[in-house]
T-cell receptor
Framework: EDQVTQSPEALRLQEGESSSLNCSYT??????LFWYRQDPGKGPEFLFT???AGEEKEKERLKATLTKKESFLHITAPKPEDSATYLC????????????FGTGTLLAVQP | DTAVSQTPKYLVTQMGNDKSIKCEQN?????MYWYKQDSKKFLKIMFS???????INETVPNRFSPKSPDKAHLNLHINSLELGDSAVYFC?????????????FGPGTRLTVL
């Protein structure tokens, strides 16, 4: 069954304490892996798209990487404003852009 | 400057009522989507329109009917609302409907059915 699994479900970090979030997927023919950030009461905000294994993208304290089975979102020296739910989604196979989302990782960064 | 906007932000209604949610995007995109986010924060696609044509129609009750008057607007009408329809509904848009296109989301509409 096509599936996207994120771990951990929740993560609490101290400010400056680097860590990684995981997104593993079991789909046939991955076409794109998308990372979003969602703040409470807001819509998902686009962060990165990765298209092929080995690809990496960076933005400020965030770096996303992709292998054939999973993606990592590395957070370096996080700040309290990085606190949010991070969502991973994949598109795969056929002609239409149907995203399959994971259930997210709730990140809390304490000062 | 809002890219994808939705109205209303909150909607509280009684079981059995009919309600609509409106979505507009000013990004010049050809494709728009409706997603439902349940209480566990899981986002699931419901519908997608490309240039006013329905291209994705997931297993959604017939009580849900999307309508796209033009490619910048996608509305969601829900008949005979049920308790289980309570959720946050997100509209999104993408440049085209290619499987590699990034989707940009609106702020969401929280629907509560009493």
């Amino acid at each position: 069954e096509d599936q996207v699994t994120q771990s951990p479900e929740a993560l609490r970090l101290q400010e400056g304490e680097s860590s990684s979030l995981n997104c593993s997927y079991t789909v046939s023919g991955l076409r794109g892996l998308f990372w979003y950030r969602q703040d409470p009461g807001k819509g998902p905000e686009f962060l990165f798209t990765l298209y092929s294994a080995g690809e990496e993208k960076e933005k400020e304290r965030l770096k996303a990487t992709l292998t054939k089975k999973e993606s990592f979102l590395h957070i370096t020296a996080p700040k309290p404003e990085d606190s949010a739910t991070y969502l991973c989604a994949v598109s795969y196979g056929g002609a239409t852009n149907k995203l399959i989302f994971g259930t997210g990782t709730l990140l809390a960064v304490q000062p | 400057d809002t890219a994808v906007s939705q109205t209303p932000k909150y909607l509280v209604t009684q079981m059995g009522n009919d309600k609509s949610i409106k979505c507009e995007q000013n990004l010049g995109h050809d494709t728009m989507y409706w997603y439902k986010q349940d209480s566990k924060k899981f986002l699931k696609i419901m519908f997608s329109y490309n240039n006013k044509e329905l291209i994705i129609n997931e297993t959604v009750p017939n009580r849900f009917s999307p309508k796209s008057p033009d490619k910048a607007h996608l509305n969601l009408h829900i008949n005979s609302l049920e308790l289980g329809d309570s959720a946050v509904y997100f509209c999104a848009s993408s440049q085209e409907s290619r499987v590699t296109d990034t989707q940009y989301f609106g702020p969401g509409t929280r629907l509560t059915v009493l």
